[in-house]
């Protein structure tokens, strides 16, 4: 059974950086993609980042400020934001899937979700 578990998140002023991690129980970890979404009150879940073993893709809105990246060793994938914006609050999963995807619904697993604040 594959599990997927967030940690990291937390309030921040904007102009601040977190890091978020997910930890990931799966044999195939390191031939998996990897992705980052979000989710706002209010508003539907949005893509953020993913990582595969060869490519990485981000969203508009978080390019140059955020950066995705994994441990194979330690079966972890990170989301380094930095520059944080009040909009940038959001519950943020992470999920895996066979290939890197922009869509949500591609995804086969899912993480609970750690919340960030990020207050002006």
């Known amino acids: 059974q594959v599990q997927l578990l967030e940690s990291g998140g937390g309030r921040v002023q904007a102009g601040g950086s977190l890091r978020l991690s997910c930890a990931a129980s799966?044999?195939?970890?390191?031939?998996?993609?990897m992705g980052w979404f979000r989710q706002a009150p209010g508003k539907e879940r949005e893509f953020v980042a993913a990582i595969s073993w060869s490519t990485t893709r981000y969203a508009d809105s978080v390019k140059g400020r955020f950066t995705i990246s994994r441990d194979n060793a330690k079966d972890t994938v990170y989301l380094q934001m930095n520059n944080l914006k009040p909009e940038d609050t959001a519950v943020y999963y992470c999920?895996?899937?066979?290939?890197?995807?922009?869509?949500?619904?591609?995804?086969?697993?899912w993480g609970r979700g750690t919340q960030v604040t990020v207050s002006s």
């Open positions: 799966m044999r195939t970890y390191s031939t998996t993609a």
């Open positions: 999920a895996s899937d066979s290939s890197v995807s922009e869509v949500a619904a591609n995804y086969d697993y």
